[in-house]
């Protein structure tokens, strides 16, 4: 499902130095101990089979402790200055849609996970840091693990901080055959004693 947000007032009379505190450079993001995921891989071609993303396209999606795909949800922005705090309120807007919070643990247990879709290559940019402290933000707001951010480019995905990335998918690319980290469905159990019971039941 797409949305787009449009540029408030408040962010226009915003001055670049207001701004600057809602971006995170590099050596913040790679200070801030982000989870690495197991199979980055796996996760970019799932969240690419699924949504189908294109330029400016943003997926967020939230991963239980063992890396399972719980529950996702992609967006387009419009075209607007780069403002962590303007992505952070549509990143918590579609959380709150997709998964309820964990402000009650403790301890957070489910990490979300950013993946925009986006021209040019995979050097950082400062829209790149706007997206790390809205995802950050808003992981903190809605009682998630902060997980990692990956841009996806004609070049192909990048985990930003973590050097890892590959060629495929890309920007450009098909989907590949859908096959992520999600749970199985689980198949009902049939036979045994207390089947037996409940069919004879219905056929009273």
């Not at 979300?112 to 808003?138: I, K, P, S």
Request: hydrophobic share 40%; charged share 25%.
């Amino acid at each position: 499902m797409t949305f787009g947000f449009a540029p408030s007032s408040a962010a226009s009379l915003s001055t670049p130095a207001a701004s600057a505190t809602r971006v995170l450079e590099p050596a913040e993001w790679a200070a801030a101990g982000i989870p690495l995921l197991r199979n980055p891989r796996e996760i970019v071609s799932g969240l690419h089979a699924r949504h189908r993303p294109g330029p400016a396209t943003a997926i967020v999606a939230v991963l239980d402790p063992d890396e399972r795909l719980r529950a996702s949800a992609s967006f387009t922005r419009r075209p607007a200055p780069a403002d962590g705090w303007m992505f952070r309120n549509a990143l918590l807007a579609q959380l709150r849609r997709v998964i309820p919070h964990d402000l009650r643990r403790r301890t957070p247990v489910r990490t979300a996970v950013l993946l925009y879709c986006r021209d040019g290559d995979a050097r950082w940019t400062e829209e790149d840091g706007a997206w790390m402290w809205g995802l950050r933000d808003a992981c903190t707001l809605h009682g998630l693990r902060c997980g990692a951010y990956i841009t996806l480019t004609r070049d192909g995905w990048q985990v930003l901080g973590e050097g890892r990335g590959g060629r495929r998918p890309s920007a450009d690319s098909a989907p590949e055959p859908f096959a992520t980290s999600e749970a199985p469905p689980r198949i009902p159990r049939t036979g045994g004693v207390a089947s037996e019971v409940l069919r004879r039941a219905a056929a009273r």
